[in-house]
């Protein structure tokens, strides 16, 4: 059964960085899609980034600039670098994984199998 472990979260002022992290246990491959979506309460989970087909990277609209996904394969894992951060990026951030997805599947949610434990973001002076 895959798990998928995420680090990195917690509190960071406008403007300023972090760096989330997220390793899967099982074997990963270039079919393997890995990425990250987020939510806030009331609303529904939104697409940030994904590595589809290792080295083709999505982001979001309201992310792209600003914030940068890279995958080692070797390691399992998926950073996401978020930079200049805004108090509405505030959110739980889930990783997950999906394999064999299709290029149409990428951004939706219901695409990814296995989804981690989901870790805070919040942006606020």
């Known amino acids: 059964q895959e798990q998928l472990t995420e680090s990195g979260g917690g509190l960071v002022q406008p403007g300023g960085s972090l760096l989330l992290s997220c390793a899967a246990s099982?074997?990963?491959?270039?079919?393997?899609?890995m990425g990250w979506f987020r939510q806030t309460p009331g609303k529904e989970r939104e697409f940030v980034a994904a590595?589809?087909?290792?080295?083709?990277?999505y982001y979001a609209d309201s992310v792209k600039g600003r914030f940068s996904l890279s995958r080692d394969n070797a390691k399992k894992t998926v950073y996401l670098q978020m930079t200049n951060l805004k108090p509405e990026d505030t959110a739980v951030y889930y990783c997950?994984?999906?394999?064999?997805?299709?290029?149409?599947?990428?951004?939706?949610?219901?695409?990814?199998?296995?989804w981690g434990q989901g870790t805070q973001v919040t942006v606020s002076s």
């Open positions: 099982e074997r990963t491959s270039r079919s393997t899609t």
């Open positions: 590595s589809f087909r290792s080295p083709s990277t």
């Open positions: 997950v994984r999906g394999d064999k997805l299709r290029h149409s599947s990428v951004r939706r949610f219901d695409a990814y199998r296995y």
